[in-house]
């Protein structure tokens, strides 16, 4: 099995962002892990089928498997992608891993199985 990892900088420049905007929650003692610890209750996790892709408006349609980590069935429902070339390789019926933040549905990393 083939996988295309299609975002790397894009998922790193996101969850590293809010640790500098707040900085009262940074670890004195260790810094560097600041952002793990506040990206993880925000990184979800799931499996679907691309069902529409919407280039122009960042949207793409998953039927995703049930998320039982945030309590999810399985369902078809659209999200908001973080960044356009997030969209540049998934097609109609693929298979594919995503990682989500659950505030504003946005996917932030993308990847097709083949
Ligand atoms: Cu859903």
């Known amino acids: 099995m083939k996988k295309q990892y299609i975002t790397l900088t894009i998922v790193a420049a996101l969850f590293t962002a809010p ?10 003692n260790m810094p560097g892990m600041a952002g793990m610890h506040e990206a993880t209750p925000a990184d979800v996790q799931g499996v679907g089928v691309v069902k529409a892709v919407d280039t122009v408006k960042g949207i793409i349609t998953l039927q995703h498997e049930a998320i039982a980590a945030i ?7 659209p999200f908001k992608v973080a960044a356009p070339e997030l969209l540049t390789r998934v097609k109609l019926g693929d298979k594919v891993q995503f990682t989500f933040r659950q505030a504003g549905n946005t996917v932030t990393s993308i990847i097709v199985e083949q």
């Open 19 to 28: 640790v500098f905007a707040n900085p009262q929650q940074m670890d004195p």
């Open 71 to 77: 309590g999810w069935p399985a369902m078809t429902m």
